[in-house]
């Protein structure tokens, strides 16, 4: 039960993050293969980093049906964009379900590796945002963790809370991974309808006081 929710998981944070990286390419226009390629690091990139970090085979490499799904997602998205026109609104929408999505699933891969969970919740932050960090990249933008709005700092609260009740609750293995990711999504949909920000501490240096 658990591997087929897992699959389910990581079936819909693909298609989120391709989605996202898809839309994302559309925005600086680029042709149907720049679209794919952006579609596909993006879908890929922070699974890839973690992978490397664990020392195990790169999830993707070893698994055609991936690779086949961001490909079907990004033809779609093509399609789908002669339909919706709010770029910004869509973006943000995949983008979020895909931090969500992929954060847990980071975090999971942790924990298989019965690793400390703290690095847990670091692998998890990883595969959640470094993605959309080389999308932003590779689209001459400034990445998203890197600006005001609140964006690992998601992952990091949403992830906290995954591992507290997976280790101090009686709570199903299914409702925690649930909550969680609606918790993350909850987060970066809140923070950035009432413009919530960390304070920065060089605001207070510029302005001499």
Not at 93 to 105: A, N, P, R, V, Y
Not at 138 to 153: C, S
Not at 183 to 195: E, G, M, S
Request: charged share 15%; glycine share 8%; aromatic share 14%.
């Amino acid at each position: 039960m658990h591997e087929q929710f897992n699959f389910l998981i990581e079936f819909l944070g693909t298609i989120s993050f391709s989605m996202s990286g898809s839309f994302a390419a559309m925005q600086k226009r680029l042709d149907p293969l720049g679209v794919m390629i952006i579609a596909f690091i993006t879908s890929v990139g922070g699974g890839t980093i973690r992978d490397l970090l664990l020392d195990v085979p790169v999830f993707w490499m070893h698994d055609l049906w991936m690779c086949s799904l961001i490909f079907i997602t990004s033809v779609f998205a093509m399609i789908f964009k002669s339909i919706e026109k709010n770029f910004k609104v869509t973006l943000f929408l995949f983008d979020s379900f895909g931090l969500g999505l992929f954060t847990i699933i980071g975090i999971q891969k942790g924990m298989t590796a019965e690793l400390h969970p703290v690095i847990c919740l670091t692998l998890g932050t990883i595969t959640g945002v470094f993605g959309g960090i080389l999308r932003d990249i590779l689209l001459n933008r400034i990445p998203l963790i890197f600006r005001k709005e609140i964006y690992a700092t998601a992952c990091i609260v949403g992830g906290s809370v995954f591992l507290l009740l997976i280790y101090y609750s009686t709570l199903t293995y299914t409702f925690v991974q649930v909550s969680t990711i609606i918790l993350i999504v909850l987060i970066r949909t809140l923070a950035v309808k009432y413009h919530w920000q960390i304070p920065k501490f060089y605001d207070n240096l510029r302005h001499g006081k």
